[in-house]
Every structure is written in structure tokens, then in C-alpha cells.
């Protein structure tokens, strides 16, 4: 059965002599990564290919799915660059390439991930139009909060970890696996982390607040370190 999908590129390896391996986002197969024949053939097709061939490009994309097949790499038959294309520069492009790692990283193969990537598309749309690093981190925690929505790691941040609802003027501890407990003391406890009541029912509502920015950092930081495990994330080298 051929299969059409979108699809952006999140990384991209050599394959064999002339060939590479793209792993791609697509809405309804999730991660895939597809064999990419010729696109490193020394040719002026293969330099076309190679030139839409980039993050940040919207690309249109068929292959031949093959029942019971033994190994979850397909071979694109077709591809083309569709009209949308993000042109990130500087650090709004460290910004995009971040979210590629991520999702590269934590997203399980052939997993249908159709709001993440209508989420994906909309991040790179405001990192195209962001004017600063608050505008840019802002982009960055709302899509984290998204990826762990989208892998089942909701966090619950309208009630706390005796289900009581939060209370926007007190202080909590949040621990990613138990949720938040209320709090008089300011020390971070173990892996908790400090955070408001206020900052906690913001974050729940995507509702921006620029004092709640670094605490939002620490805290998906903290809690996406759990399934990143200890490999530093390439893309934040490139902010220094």
C-alpha cells in the first residue's frame, strides 16, 4: 500500500555511498526514518534533493508500506518540498533544532502523533516571528508541555498530589513521578522543585507569564531529564 504523508526532517545520517537516512515527523506514522537513495550522488538532481533536504522545510512524501515487514526503515519512493518553509536564523534556529532533538530522541517509531505535529508546526511559526529570548523560551516550554502530553506524561498541575486543588499563593515541591506537595520551606527537596501554586495553574493553562519562565525551565527540564537520560542535548551547546 502506498503511503503519502507531510513530514519534517529531524536528523539526517550518510548511508552507504550515495544514499542517507532521515528520520522525519509525520502526523500519522509518527518517527519514521526512511533510506533517501542518490541524495548524496554528485549530480544536479541529487543537489536539488539535497537542498530541500533541511530542517525546517515541509516536505511531501510517499512509500510503499510492506506488510509484516522486519524492520521499521522504509524507502521513500517520492519527495518533494511542499510551499511552507520556517527560514530560522540564529538563535531562533538553535530554538528549532532543540525541538528536533527532542522529539528525535523521546518519540517511540510508528507512533501516530497528528496534534504534536500540528503543535511542531505552530512552534516553528512563532520561533520564525519571536523577537527575543523570552518570546523563544516561551515557544519552547509550551512545546514541552505538549511532547509529554502527547507521550501519555501529562503533568498535573491543577491539583496536587493529594488531589487537593493548587492554591495559587501557596508554594509547592513538584517530584515528576508523584506530582506537587505543598510547602512553607524555599529548599529544594531531593529532585523537587520549587514552584508556585500561581506559576503551576499558568503553566496548566499555557498562559504566559514572564516571571514564571526560569521555574517552568527547571521544572520540564527536571522532568524530561527522566526519559533523556544523562546524553547532554547537542542543540543548547550551540547557545554558548
Known amino acids: 500500500m502506498d503511503v503519502c504523508q507531510p513530514a519534517y526532517i529531524l536528523h539526517s545520517r550518510?548511508?552507504?555511498?550515495?544514499?542517507?537516512?532521515?528520520?522525519?515527523?509525520?502526523?500519522?506514522?509518527?518517527?519514521?526514518?526512511?533510506?533517501?537513495?542518490?541524495?548524496?550522488?554528485?549530480?544536479?538532481?541529487?543537489?536539488?534533493?539535497?537542498?530541500?533536504?533541511?530542517?525546517?522545510?515541509?516536505?511531501?512524501?510517499?512509500?510503499r508500506e510492506k506488510p509484516n515487514a522486519s524492520s521499521d526503515l522504509v524507502s521513500l519512493r517520492a519527495f518533494e518540498a511542499d510551499t511552507l518553509r520556517?527560514?530560522?536564523e540564529a538563535e531562533s534556529s538553535f530554538c528549532g533544532l532543540y525541538l528536533n532533538e527532542i522529539l528525535y530522541r523521546l518519540l517511540y517509531n510508528g507512533?501516530?502523533?497528528?496534534?504534536?505535529?500540528?503543535?511542531?508546526?505552530?512552534?516553528?511559526?512563532?520561533?520564525?516571528?519571536?523577537?527575543?529570548?523570552?518570546?523563544?523560551?516561551?515557544?519552547?516550554?509550551?512545546?514541552?508541555?505538549?511532547?509529554?502530553?502527547a507521550m501519555g506524561l501529562n503533568l498535573n498541575c491543577e491539583s496536587d498530589a493529594q488531589h487537593n486543588p493548587i492554591q495559587p499563593d501557596l508554594n509547592y515541591l513538584f517530584y515528576p513521578e508523584m506530582g506537587a506537595y505543598p510547602t512553607s520551606?524555599?529548599?529544594?527537596?531531593?529532585?523537587?522543585?520549587?514552584?508556585?501554586?500561581?506559576?503551576?495553574?499558568?503553566?496548566?493553562?499555557?498562559?504566559?507569564?514572564?516571571?514564571?519562565?526560569?521555574?517552568?525551565?527547571?521544572?520540564?527540564?527536571?522532568?524530561?531529564?527522566?526519559?533523556?537520560?544523562?546524553?547532554?542535548?547537542l542543540a543548547r551547546q550551540l547557545f554558548r
Open 14 to 63: 550518510p548511508y552507504r555511498e550515495t544514499s542517507v537516512i532521515a528520520t522525519l515527523l509525520t502526523p500519522d506514522h509518527g518517527k519514521l526514518n526512511a533510506v533517501i537513495k542518490g541524495a548524496r550522488s554528485k549530480t544536479k538532481r541529487s543537489a536539488s534533493k539535497g537542498a530541500i533536504l533541511q530542517p525546517f522545510q515541509k516536505l511531501l512524501v510517499e512509500w
Open 185 to 233: 520551606d524555599e529548599e529544594v527537596s531531593g529532585n523537587g522543585v520549587l514552584i508556585s501554586g500561581e506559576c503551576l495553574l499558568k503553566l496548566s493553562r499555557l498562559q504566559f507569564c514572564e516571571q514564571c519562565l526560569p521555574v517552568w525551565k527547571r521544572l520540564l527540564r527536571h522532568v524530561l531529564k527522566l526519559y533523556l537520560g544523562s546524553k547532554p542535548i
Open 111 to 149: 507512533v501516530a502523533v497528528d496534534t504534536l505535529f500540528d503543535h511542531y508546526e505552530q512552534a516553528l511559526f512563532a520561533l520564525l516571528r519571536s523577537q527575543n529570548r523570552i518570546e523563544q523560551a516561551w515557544v519552547l516550554r509550551q512545546f514541552e508541555f505538549q511532547l509529554l502530553e
Open 86 to 88: 520556517f527560514p530560522l
